[in-house]
């Protein structure tokens, strides 16, 4: 079965670190990868969009890799802060769902001042 | 706030009551979604609309019943809910139905208790 993994526990992070979240995938051939950013009690919001023939992103702090080979996006922020605290989400989209987002559950961080 | 507005913020319904879910875009986007959210878990997708056609629905109870009356507003019917039902439903919109090229613009969504 189709399966999006994603650390089911919270990362915790010391400010000015750089975090770097896991987003693994099996039974998908995704056409683009997304990641969303989602507080708590609202909508997620978009950061970034990687397709399947790209294999890094870059958008001011924040940097994602995308390895088809080993079935796996990792989502960096550089120069952690406190207001970077956050669960975030890899959705994956692929011609088998008509392109329409699959979401993982999501990782938690939280970045200590 | 997002450019994708949701009300009410908070319903509280009984299992025989009949209610709403409104959702507003003004981006002059044409796919709009609904999600459903449980909590620590990901939006799994229910309904999506392209051009103001329902395009994907995704085995929904039809308690849960959608509608789009014109290109910036969709709608969310309820009746006869569970309390299995209660959740965040996200409301969500994309230029064009193919994401590969437009994310997801999400609303802030409706918290929903079924009592």
């Given at each position: 079965s189709q399966k999006i993994e994603q650390n089911s526990e919270a990362l915790?992070?010391?400010?000015?670190?750089?975090?770097?979240?896991?987003?693994?995938?099996?039974?998908?051939?995704?056409?683009?990868?997304?990641?969303?950013?989602?507080?708590?009690?609202?909508?997620?919001?978009?950061?970034?969009?990687?397709?399947?023939?790209?294999?890094?992103?870059?958008?001011?702090?924040?940097?994602?890799?995308?390895?088809?080979?080993?079935?796996?996006?990792?989502?960096?922020?550089?120069?952690?802060?406190?207001?970077?605290?956050?669960t975030y989400l890899c959705a994956l989209g692929s011609s088998g769902g008509s392109y329409i987002p699959t979401f993982g559950r999501g990782t938690s961080l939280i970045v200590h001042p | 706030d997002t450019e994708v507005t949701q009300t009410p913020k908070h319903l509280v319904m009984g299992m025989t009551n009949k209610k709403s879910l409104k959702c507003e875009?003004?981006?002059?986007?044409?796919?709009?979604?609904?999600?459903?959210?449980?909590?620590?878990?990901?939006?799994?997708?229910?309904?999506?609309?392209?051009?103001?056609?329902?395009?994907?629905?995704?085995?929904?109870?039809?308690?849960?019943?959608?509608?789009?009356?014109?290109?910036?507003?969709?709608?969310?019917?309820?009746?006869?809910?569970?309390p299995e039902d209660s959740a965040l439903y996200l409301c969500a919109s994309s230029q064009e139905r193919d994401i590969g090229n437009s994310p997801l613009h999400f609303g802030n969504g409706t918290r929903l208790t079924v009592t």
């Open positions: 915790n992070i010391q400010e000015g670190k750089t975090a770097t979240l896991t987003c693994n995938y099996t039974n998908y051939s995704p056409a683009y990868l997304q990641w969303y950013r989602q507080d708590p009690g609202r909508g997620p919001v978009f950061l970034l969009l990687i397709r399947e023939n790209e294999k890094e992103k870059r958008k001011e702090r924040l940097k994602v890799t995308f390895d088809t080979t080993l079935k796996q996006s990792l989502f960096h922020i550089t120069a952690s802060q406190p207001a970077d605290s956050a | 875009q003004h981006m002059g986007h044409r796919a709009m979604y609904w999600y459903k959210q449980k909590a620590k878990k990901p939006p799994e997708l229910m309904f999506v609309y392209s051009y103001e056609k329902l395009s994907i629905n995704e085995s929904v109870p039809s308690r849960f019943s959608p509608e789009c009356p014109n290109s910036s507003l969709l709608n969310l019917h309820l009746h006869a809910l569970q």
